[in-house]
């Protein structure tokens, strides 16, 4: 049976701050190796929802287009070293309760539809997969505010992976 594929909710910073962070992710690379993420694929993850049916992707868009938040600011300014996953993130010093709201929210509007992994909603962007050594690495401040969530889909080409926007919700 086909999918609809893997998908999760997100947050885009706008295209400036995603090629900024791109530039940030290859100064990582090169201090320690691994696979920099593509600047169009920059984003913060809100909930992994995993593969799913194409009557189950209905009924999550419907579930998401009942979700209300209004739009917030969020700075990302430290880079953290996941070991398990081997990644490198940038991420908030300070708690985003806006956003683990909107994600706790999502999670509440789909779980009739789909289980999702009970992982906590941790504020991160992926800047490095895969890293090989543990570089000394720092970042300025960079700030946004989300103004809309989206719905993502991840496509694996050859051997890396875009994402690609399916819809999308306002923070009013």
Known sequence: ?????????ALLPPPALQ???GRLAVWCQRRCGGF??????IHLTLLFLGELLPGQLDAVRRAAAGVRCAS???SLDRIEYWPGPRLLCA???????????????????????VVVPPRPFAAHVTLLRR????GEVSMLPL???ATEFCLLRSQPVG??????????????
């Not at 049976?1 to 893997?6: Q, V």
């Not at 920099?36 to 694929?41: G, K, L, R, Y």
Request: glycine content about 4%.
């Open 1 to 9: 049976m086909a999918t609809a594929g893997r998908l999760f909710f």
């Open 19 to 21: 090629a900024e962070l």
């Open 36 to 41: 920099a993420v593509a600047p169009e694929n």
């Open 72 to 74: 917030f600011g969020m």
């Open 91 to 113: 991420v908030p010093s300070q708690p985003l309760p806006a956003a683990t709201a909107l994600a706790t929210a999502l999670r509440e509007a789909v779980r009739d539809t």
């Open 131 to 134: 890293l090989r050594r543990l």
């Open 143 to 145: 700030a946004w505010s």
């Open 159 to 172: 051997r890396d992976v875009r994402y690609s926007s399916i819809d999308a919700w306002p923070c009013t």
